[in-house]
């Protein structure tokens, strides 16, 4: 039931980005900033954290491809992103899991590759409708200041279900 609960946090978590999230447009508000929410992504930087850097990376994968579809222009781009940054920062060592900082750091980055790498390869491919000093000014900082605040909110809860997870996973770990 505790996976299932991991899995319904995610996908929840993905249709606020899309759908409720679109309330707080910078349009809406006459501001020339975007704020986007990579909810998941942090989400799932935490579970790789806390249950490995497989099991992070096969969350990666599957919401990657999710965003794909629903997102990118192009299949693969989110899910490589997802999958490499998955595999870079989850990883397996005690202290990281047990410091705070260290999490929200881990997330933050990866939220900032997530969008650079997003930007270069639109860029590349000449579908980036921002320059790069804009991208940087305009979405790139706001992204990550909401995420970073998101991160700092949702870890302590997170991180507790994560944990209890663990223990019903393989009591003899306590």
Not at 23 to 42: H, K, N, S, T
Not at 78 to 103: A, E, K
Not at 150 to 160: D, E, G, L, Q, T
């Amino acid at each position: 039931m505790n996976r299932y609960l991991i899995i319904i946090v995610l996908f929840l978590m993905f249709i606020i980005e899309g759908t409720w999230f679109q309330y707080f447009l910078a349009d809406r508000f006459m501001i020339e900033f975007q704020w986007v929410p990579r909810f998941v992504l942090v989400l799932i930087i935490y579970i790789g954290l806390f249950h490995g850097r497989l099991t992070g990376v096969i969350y990666a994968l599957a919401f990657g491809i999710l965003y794909d579809v629903v997102y990118g222009p192009f299949l693969g781009v989110y899910t490589f992103s997802f999958g490499l940054i998955s595999y870079i920062l989850c990883w397996p060592l005690y202290i990281v899991r047990r410091n705070v900082s260290l999490n929200i750091v881990a997330a933050t980055i990866a939220v900032l590759f997530i969008e650079y790498f997003v930007y270069l390869i639109n860029d590349v491919l000449g579908l980036a409708m921002l320059s790069h000093e804009a991208f940087i000014y305009e979405r790139l900082l706001p992204t990550i200041g909401i995420n970073f605040v998101f991160a700092v909110m949702i870890s302590y809860p997170w991180r507790k279900l994560l944990e209890e997870i663990r223990k019903r996973m393989n009591p003899q770990e306590s």
